[in-house]
Nanobody, 126 residues
Framework: QVQLVESGGGLVQAGDSLRLACEAS????????MGWFRQAPGKEREFVAA????????NYAQSVKGRFTISRENAKNTVYLQMNSLNPGDTAVYYC???????????????????WGQGTQVTVSS
């Protein structure tokens, strides 16, 4: 059974940075693409970023491109989301997810992921 545990959320001011981490267990981490999604109050969950199983391919939502960076450290079974230049529109619960099939490129579609973390709150004040 896959377990994903996020950490690193918090309350910051506009313009600040945060780094989220997601540690995975229960499945061969190195074989699976990973993604980050977020859900703001009253809104649907949306894609933020994804990284392929090899780490060579990344995808970003247009709203975060140039500000957020996804990376993975296979030795620690961990995927990161570095978030810079945060603004109030980034306020949400952030979830990491693991792709359902091995050796994927890192999909933007949430239905391509079958394992989810519990989420970590990110709040950006203006």
């Amino acid at each position: 059974q896959v377990q994903l545990v996020e950490s690193g959320g918090g309350l910051v001011q506009a313009g600040d940075s945060l780094r989220l981490a997601c540690e995975a267990s229960g499945r061969t981490f190195t074989a699976y693409a990973m993604g980050w999604f977020r859900q703001a109050p009253g809104k649907e969950r949306e894609f933020v970023a994804a990284i392929s199983w090899s780490g060579r391919t990344t995808n970003y939502a247009q709203s975060v491109k140039g500000r957020f960076t996804i990376s993975r450290e296979n030795a620690k079974n961990t995927v990161y989301l570095q978030m810079n230049s945060l603004n109030p529109g980034d306020t949400a619960v952030y979830y990491c997810a693991q792709n359902k099939r091995p050796y994927g490129a890192g999909s933007m579609g949430q239905y391509d992921y079958d394992s989810w973390g519990q989420g970590t709150q990110v709040t950006v004040s203006s």
